[in-house]
């Protein structure tokens, strides 16, 4: 009879352990970033970068945010047509620096 109440014990108590308060305490800062968001069109000269977030762990919508070269950062609804056109545009410019060659590498001979 006491190992089965011990067994029962043990149970409870690991359901009442607080795991899911120590989970939560340390994915705190994974809240959404953005509490509003700007229509208006951002030229595309002065964005220093862009970061786009899938929503999870926190926040239930895609987020995007945009450093400018003056500092600031500017949260912007990542479905609007200017937005896209913007992110398409910065895609292909990257992929043309890129994608040139590689300066040679001089090697040194050994005697």
Same mark, same amino acid.
């Given at each position: 009879?006491? +190992? ?8 409870? /108590? ?7 308060? @120590? &989970?939560?305490? %340390? ?26 977030? +899938? ?8 987020? /995007? ?7 600031? @950062? &500017?949260?912007? %609804? ?34």
């Amino acid at each position: 009879m006491r +190992p089965s109440l011990a067994a029962v014990l043990l149970l409870l /108590a690991s359901c009442l352990a607080p795991g899911h308060g @120590i &989970l939560e305490a %340390n994915y705190t800062s994974l809240k959404c970033k953005c509490s509003k968001t700007i229509s208006r069109p951002v030229h595309p000269n002065i964005i220093e970068r862009i970061q786009v977030t +899938p929503p999870g762990n926190g926040c239930p919508k895609f987020e /995007a945010l945009i450093w400018t070269r003056s500092k600031q @950062i &500017l949260c912007v %609804n990542p479905q609007d047509r200017w937005f896209k056109m913007v992110l398409k545009y910065r895609r292909s410019h990257r992929k043309a620096l890129s994608s040139t060659p590689p300066a040679p590498v001089s090697k040194k001979r050994t005697t």
